[in-house]
């Protein structure tokens, strides 16, 4: 499918209908890129609305998110979101990485700053030639091409914004740059989100705002994830994963457990669909997708 023909995400999520999406990673080897294809093959029969492919902080996998993506408009019947970053580009280099996406049938960008070369919560390092913020990418990408632009969305906030107003203003230079939609960072609590959806309607941010969902299923990596991310995991949640964290598989069982309540609980309070990070594998999808009786 070439890209100019490929479905607009903006568009499909403004006609109303629940959207369900899948978001991987460029794996660093070889058995890495067996595992995904394994997981994006055993994912399609779920009929997504969108899979989405990460942009790395630098290095090798960058390529790969282009090569993805562009294998993904071939080979299956699923529709691909190439994420984009600012980190260490020039706008020249940015309007080439577009050209080779829609050359490979990907219409659909996540237009985002991007982690610090130094990860999360390190400084930001400029690039000379390159932009500055999510939202000045959105106005490049916009003005050059004829992608669907989506952004990043931050339930808490945005770990380096002051305060949730000037996150939420973050988001709005976003969305009048021409985003047509949003996915968050992983919700840790249903009210989070709910918060995050009324601030941006309040300051006329009406595009859809889709939530972000990561079961916890190890201990440790949920904890590490959470750090990341500036935020703390929630009293109510630590109360129930606590008692087994030496226990792997009943936490991993806790986990989709608490995963499916947020999701339904989502859902019911008008969430327009689900974006699960897979981390690359299938199956706590799939047991969540069973457990919400999502039929595709
Ligand atoms: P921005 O919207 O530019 O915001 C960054 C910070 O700057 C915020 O604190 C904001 O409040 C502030 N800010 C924005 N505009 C202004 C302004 N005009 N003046 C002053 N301050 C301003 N990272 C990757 O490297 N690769 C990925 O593929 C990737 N995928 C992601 C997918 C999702 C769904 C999410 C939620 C995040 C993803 N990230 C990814 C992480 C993301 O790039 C980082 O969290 C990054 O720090 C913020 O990105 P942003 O696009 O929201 O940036």
Known sequence: MTADRAPSIGELL??????????????????????????????????????????????????????????????????????LTCVGHTTEEIRVI???????????????????????????????????YASELVEFIKSTTDAVVGVAAFPEGHRDAATLEEDALAMKAKYEAGAEF????????????????????EIGVDFPIVPGIMPILNYK?????????????????LARIEPLR????????????????????????GAPGLHFYTLNRSKATREIYAALQITA
């Not at 792997?248 to 309070?269: F, K, M, N, S, V």
Request: a negative charge; hydrophobic letters at 35%.
């Open 14 to 83: 403004r006609r109303g209908e629940r959207c369900f999406s899948f978001e991987f990673f460029p794996p660093k080897d070889d058995e890495g890129e067996r595992i995904l294809w394994k997981s994006i093959s055993e994912l399609e029969p779920l009929r997504p609305t969108f899979v989405s492919v990460t942009y790395g902080a630098g290095g090798a996998t960058r390529d790969r998110t282009v090569a993805i993506t562009g294998r993904i408009a071939r080979e299956t019947s699923m529709l691909p979101m190439a994420h």
């Open 98 to 132: 577009l050209e080779q996406l829609s050359e490979a049938g990907v219409r659909n960008v996540l237009a985002l700053r991007g982690d610090p070369v130094g990860g999360p919560g390190t400084p930001w390092t400029s690039t000379e030639g390159g932009v500055e």
């Open 182 to 201: 949003a996915v968050t960072e992983m919700v840790l609590r249903a009210s989070d989100y709910f918060g995050l959806v009324e601030r941006s309607r």
């Open 221 to 237: 990596s949920m904890h590490r994830m959470v750090e990341l991310s500036g935020r703390e995991m929630p009293e109510e949640v």
């Open 246 to 269: 030496d226990d792997p598989a009943a936490l991993r069982a806790e986990g989709i457990r608490i995963a499916t309540e947020l999701c339904d609980t989502l859902l019911e309070g």
